[in-house]
C-alpha cells in the first residue's frame, strides 16, 4: 500500500496562463466607469494582481470579495469565501484555472480566511495546481471545496501530494471530479502520511475497486479521518470484493464516525459483511447505504446487530428495497432492543402500509427514534392515519419527517416535506437557510465538521 502513489505518471505542473492583449471591463460596473470603487483590501489586491498580470476582472469574484471585505470589516475571522459557480441569486462567470491563479494569489497570506468553496466552477488541472500550491502555502485554510471543477486525474494527483505536507486543511471536498482510479491511489497514498485531515469526500469520482480497496486498507491504520464519502466508484463483478475490505477496516478502525458508500451495486451479501463488522466496532455513528440492491435479506442481518450495537445513530437505506418484510425485521428490534438509533431513512424501498405502520408504531415504545423518513413507499389509509397521530401527539416532530397530513373529504393523505438526512448534498437552496437543519438532519445528529 505504501506504493500505491506509484501507479501514476509524473503530472506535468501548468505553466502560468497567457497574459491577454486587453482588459475587459466587468459587468458590475457601472456603464461610465471600468470597474467599480475600490472599498476593500482583497478588492484592492484582486484588481492590482488582475491589472498587473493583465488578466480580465471576473465580475462574479468582485462581487463576492467586495462581502467578504465588508464582514473583514466588521473584525469577523474564520470567514469563508462562496464563489458557487450554480448560484442562481446573481449572474455568475464561473472561474477558470486561470482566475484561480489570481485568486489563490491575493488568498495565500490572507489571514482572515480559513474556508473557500468553488464548487461547479470550470478550474480543470490548471486550476488543481494552483489550489495545491495554495495548499502548500495558505497556513490558515482549514475547508475547501472543489466539487464539479472538471479535475481530473493529474490534478487529483497534485491536489494529494500537497497534502503529504499539509498540516492545517481539515475538510476536503472532491466531489464529482473524475480522478478515477490512478487519482484515488494518489488520495489513498496520501492518506498514510497526512495527519491533519478529518472529512474527505470523493463521492462520483469515478473511483475503481483497486482505489477503493485502498481506501479501505489505510483506514485500518489512519486516526484522523472521521468521515469518507466514497459513492459511485466504477466497479466490475459481482463479488462484492470492496464490502469485504470495508468491512475488514471497520473492525479494525475506531475512529471513523461517518461512512458513505451510496451507489457500490451493494447487495445483501455486502451489507452482511458490514453488519458482521458492526458487532466489533464501537466508532460509526452514521452508516449511509443507500442507492444499492439490499432487499429484506439483508434487514435480517442489520436487524440483528442493531440489538447489540450501540453506537449507530444515523442509518440510511434510501432507494433500497426492503419492502414490508424487511421493515418489519428493522421495526421489532427498534421497538424492543436498540434504544441508540436516531434516524433512519427507508425512502423509495417498495414497503407498502403494513410495513410502514410497523415502524410508526415502532416510535411509540421506542424514545429515542426521532427522525423517520417515508416517502416514495406505497401509502395507504392506516399508512396515513398512523403518521398523522404521531406528528399530532407530537412523537414525531414536523421538522423530523418528510412528510405532512392533510384531509380531504375526512379521508387523512401525506404530502411531501423537503425535509432528509442529506436533501442538500448537490445543491444549496436558492432561499432559506444554506445549512437547514431539517433538511439536512444527518450531519446535525452526527456532526464531523462543516456540513460540506
Known amino acids: 500500500m505504501r506504493g500505491g502513489g506509484k501507479v501514476a505518471a509524473r503530472a506535468k505542473s501548468p505553466s ?117 500550491r495554495l495548499l502548500q502555502k495558505q497556513h490558515k485554510l482549514i475547508y475547501l471545496n472543489l466539487m464539479f471543477n472538471d479535475i481530473g486525474p493529474e490534478g487529483g494527483e497534485l491536489i494529494a501530494k500537497a497534502l503529504h505536507k499539509n498540516t492545517t486543511l481539515k475538510y476536503l471536498r472532491m466531489t464529482g471530479n473524475k480522478i478515477e482510479n490512478k487519482g484515488g491511489m494518489f488520495f489513498a497514498a496520501m492518506l498514510q502520511i497526512n495527519s491533519s485531515l478529518e472529512k474527505l469526500d470523493l463521492g462520483d469520482c469515478d473511483l475503481g475497486m483497486q482505489s477503493v480497496i485502498a481506501f479501505a486498507t489505510v483506514l485500518t491504520q489512519n486516526q484522523t479521518i472521521k468521515g469518507i464519502y466514497l459513492n459511485r466508484p466504477i466497479l466490475y463483478g459481482e463479488q462484492e470484493e470492496s464490502t469485504v475490505h470495508l468491512g475488514h477496516m471497520l473492525k479494525e478502525n475506531h475512529c471513523l464516525v461517518a461512512l458513505h458508500v451510496c451507489k457500490h451495486n451493494m447487495k445483501n451479501c455486502g451489507i452482511k459483511q458490514l453488519c458482521d463488522a458492526l458487532y466489533l466496532n464501537r466508532s460509526l455513528r452514521y452508516l449511509d447505504v443507500s442507492c444499492n440492491k439490499i432487499t429484506r435479506d439483508g434487514m435480517v442481518c442489520l436487524a440483528d446487530v442493531l440489538k447489540s450495537n450501540t453506537t449507530l445513530e444515523v442509518i440510511d437505506l434510501s432507494f433500497n428495497r426492503i419492502e414490508d418484510v424487511g421493515a418489519k425485521y428493522l421495526s421489532e428490534t427498534l421497538a424492543s432492543h436498540n434504544r441508540s438509533l436516531k434516524a433512519l431513512s427507508v425512502v423509495n424501498n417498495n414497503i407498502k402500509g403494513e410495513g410502514l405502520v410497523a415502524l410508526s408504531q415502532s416510535m411509540k415504545t421506542n424514545p429515542i427514534l426521532s427522525n423517520v ?80
Request: glycine share 8%; net charge negative; with cysteine.
Open 16 to 132: 502560468p496562463p497567457p497574459a491577454p492583449t486587453t482588459i475587459p471591463t466587468t459587468s458590475w460596473a457601472p456603464a461610465d466607469r471600468s470597474v467599480p470603487e475600490i472599498i476593500g483590501s482583497l478588492q484592492e489586491d484582486y484588481y492590482n494582481l488582475c491589472m498587473e498580470k493583465s488578466r480580465k476582472i471576473n465580475s462574479f469574484v468582485w462581487h463576492l470579495l467586495q462581502e467578504v471585505d465588508e464582514e473583514i470589516e466588521k473584525g469577523l475571522e474564520g470567514i469563508t469565501l462562496n464563489i458557487p459557480g450554480n448560484s442562481r441569486l446573481m449572474p455568475v462567470e464561473r472561474i477558470t484555472g486561470e482566475d484561480f491563479w489570481i485568486l489563490s494569489r491575493i488568498l495565500k497570506k490572507n489571514p482572515y480566511i480559513n474556508g473557500l468553496d468553488v464548487r461547479y466552477n470550470l478550474m480543470s488541472d490548471v486550476g488543481a495546481y494552483y489550489a495545491a
Open 373 to 452: 423518513y417515508i416517502w416514495g413507499n406505497k401509502f395507504d389509509e392506516a399508512t396515513c392515519v398512523a403518521y398523522s397521530d404521531l406528528i399530532q401527539t407530537g412523537r414525531l416532530k414536523p421538522d423530523n419527517t418528510d412528510v405532512e397530513p392533510f384531509v380531504v373529504d375526512g379521508h387523512v393523505y401525506l404530502a411531501e416535506v423537503s425535509n432528509g438526512l442529506k436533501k442538500h448534498y448537490y445543491w444549496r437552496p436558492t432561499y432559506g437557510e444554506v445549512c437547514s437543519q431539517s433538511s439536512n438532519a444527518g450531519s446535525i445528529l452526527v456532526p464531523v465538521g462543516p456540513d460540506l
